[in-house]
């Protein structure tokens, strides 16, 4: 099976920390995602990567950036956390073709500004 | 950009009940349409799924079809059971490849609570 392991299940942090969210994957795909999932809004696009180094900004990248030094790794940091980024995070990667194409999704970290 | 809207966003029904969840999108480039389940507090995982090139697709009591021209697509659950219990998340992507930054992002709908009553 594919596995998309994120680091953290449940994180706190405090209003105005740098805060990181890590995503490994171990299938070697070189195309990754990160979503905010929140009640009634669905799974909305934070940033993508098709490739090391590469990102591209999805639908809600304000507040956030990223990095992709390695392939299997694709990191979420938000600058300086504020209340409003209170959601579980959601990391996918990505294959177009073979036995696990389709996106694959991590377990989710639920974080907590304060 | 495209836009995916799904309806119902909350569905009850009874044990052995079908159930049917609608959604539509926006992009008439858009080719490939997953549907994932949710159950609480897992991860979003693909159930089933269909590209631009068919009209249907079955596998065991789910199906999903698909109107091109209308730009809608649907999911079918039949003869309903409590492990169906979940939510359902439609997607529309863009034509997957490399032929672009962005062409296989996939935009998803704001989900459908689905309860089945035993």
């Known amino acids: 099976d594919v596995k998309v392991t994120q680091s953290s299940r449940y994180l706190v942090k405090r209003t105005g920390e740098k805060v990181f969210l890590e995503c490994v994957q171990d299938m070697d795909h070189e195309n990754m995602f990160w979503y905010r999932q929140d009640p009634g809004l669905g799974l909305r696009l934070i940033y993508f990567s098709y490739d090391v180094k590469m990102k591209e900004k999805g639908d809600i990248p304000e507040g956030y950036s990223v990095s992709r030094e390695k392939k299997e790794r694709f990191s979420l940091i938000l600058e300086s956390a504020s209340t409003n980024q209170t959601s579980m995070y959601l990391c996918?990667?990505?294959?177009?073709?073979?036995?696990?194409?389709?996106?694959?999704f991590g377990s989710g970290t639920r974080l907590t500004v304060v | 950009g495209e836009n995916v809207e799904q309806h119902p966003s909350t569905l009850s029904v009874q044990e052995g009940d079908s159930a049917v969840i609608k959604c539509t999108y926006s992009d008439s480039a858009s080719n490939y349409f997953p549907w994932y389940k949710q159950e609480l507090g897992k991860r979003p995982q693909l159930i089933i799924d269909i590209r631009s090139n068919v009209g249907e697709k079955k596998d065991q009591r789910i199906a999903v079809t698909l109107n091109k021209t209308a730009k809608h697509f649907s999911l079918h659950i039949t003869e309903t059971q409590p492990e169906d219990s979940a939510v359902y998340f439609c997607?529309?992507?863009?034509?997957?490849?490399?032929?672009?930054?962005?062409?296989?992002?996939?935009?998803f709908g704001k989900g459908t609570k689905l309860s089945v009553i035993p």
């Open positions: 996918a990667s990505y294959h177009p073709a073979g036995e696990y194409y389709g996106y694959t």
């Open positions: 997607a529309a992507s863009n034509p997957l490849g490399y032929s672009g930054a962005g062409s296989y992002q996939l935009t």
